[in-house]
């Protein structure tokens, strides 16, 4: 079995920083991409920022470009979305997803945490 448990979210002013963080356990083989996505309030589903594994090159959002920067430590399976000059309009619940292999010899599965809870107010 395989779990991503988030961290990290709260209740912050705008202009202010978070930093969410989402561990993976369990049987894992590898991990390649990694990203993390936000769902508003009556709103779609949308990708924030993600990172694959061996690239340097991250993928943002534009909205967050210049705000958010996405890592990962691969030692510890886990992937960071550092946030700041946050804006009201970045509140949502935040997901994390990552493709995972269980066994060297397995396919890719697309795993999803349970969401965090981001609020900006103005």
């Known amino acids: 079995q395989v779990q991503l448990v988030e961290s990290g979210g709260g209740l912050v002013q705008a202009g202010g920083s978070l930093r969410l963080s989402c561990a993976a356990s369990g049987t894992i083989y590898s991990i390649n991409f990694m990203a993390w996505y936000r769902q508003a309030p009556g709103k779609d589903l949308d990708l924030v920022a993600s990172?694959?594994?061996?690239?340097?090159?991250?993928n943002y959002a534009d909205s967050v470009k210049g705000r958010f920067t996405i890592s990962r430590d691969n030692a510890k399976n886990t992937v960071y979305l550092q946030m700041n000059s946050l804006k009201p309009e970045d509140t949502a619940v935040y997901y994390c997803?990552?493709?995972?292999?269980?066994?060297?010899?397995?396919?890719?599965?697309?795993?999803w945490g349970q969401g965090t809870q981001v609020t900006v107010s103005s």
């Open positions: 990172l694959t594994k061996g690239s340097s090159a991250a």
């Open positions: 997803t990552a493709d995972i292999s269980r066994l060297q010899v397995a396919p890719q599965a697309r795993y």
